[in-house]
């Protein structure tokens, strides 16, 4: 079994729809992450957790919200999707030495 | 100005052939350092963490320059199955704590 899940894989929604994209992890690390992937752009930090009571913004957090609602688990929400959001969405986690483990991604379109 | 910029390629090299990538920083306060691998479409995953005295792995070779502000990766005798888009990430700091930022990596090709 994967050690970092996402849930769903792909979704299409509608704009101003609310989405919620879940992660689940089984490596017992206390770091969670939530990036987006856009063509040329890489990898952008949109919230980040250390640890259960520890939620923090990253680089593009405007529009998402995030949820610690155990360890193992790390949700991101869009409260009212808009197409500009369409990319491929990675949650990861990471151990104290910093190395990050990444779900396999969930690619998310905004009609 | 991006805080961790790389050379976005593409990179057509031969098999066999020996690639180089760097990567440069804007903080000279980072910390931790390491080379992801990126398939098409897959989630990045770690290809080795990069120490202050350079470190190998096989056919891959990290090297930190912390007075230049740059890591680089060597890849040896390129296979086929190396290609693919390699992510330099380099830990900052951001209200305190370190986190991982991402260069828009750097796509190499491998043709036979």
């Known amino acids: 079994d994967a050690d970092v899940t996402q849930t769903p894989r792909n979704r299409i929604t509608k704009t101003g729809k609310r989405i919620m994209l879940e992660c689940s992890q089984t490596k017992g690390h206390d770091r969670m992450y939530w990036y987006r992937q856009d063509p040329g752009l890489g990898l952008r930090l949109i919230y980040y957790?250390?640890?259960?009571?520890?939620?923090n913004k990253g680089e593009i957090s405007d529009g998402y919200s995030v949820s610690r609602q155990a360890q193992a688990k790390f949700s991101l929400s869009l409260e009212s999707a808009i197409p500009n959001q369409t990319a491929l969405y990675f949650c990861?986690?990471?151990?104290?030495?910093?190395?990050?483990?990444f779900g396999p991604g969930t690619r998310l379109t905004v009609t | 100005r991006k805080e961790v910029e790389q050379d976005p390629g593409p990179f057509n090299v031969p098999e066999g052939a020996t690639v180089a990538f760097n990567c440069t920083y804007s903080?000279?306060?980072?910390?931790?350092f390491f080379w992801y691998r990126q398939d098409c479409r897959k989630e990045p995953k770690l290809l080795m963490s990069v120490y202050s005295s350079g470190n190998e792995d096989g056919r891959f070779t990290a090297q930190l320059n912390r007075a230049s502000q740059y890591i680089s990766l060597l890849i040896r005798d390129s296979k086929l199955s190396d290609s693919a888009t390699y992510l330099c990430v380099v830990t900052q700091t951001h209200g305190g704590s370190y986190i991982p930022t991402f260069g828009r990596g750097t796509s190499l090709i491998v043709h036979p």
């Open positions: 957790s250390f640890d259960v009571k520890d939620i």
């Open positions: 903080n000279s306060a980072s910390q931790s």
């Open positions: 990861a986690t990471s151990d104290d030495r910093r190395e990050q483990y």
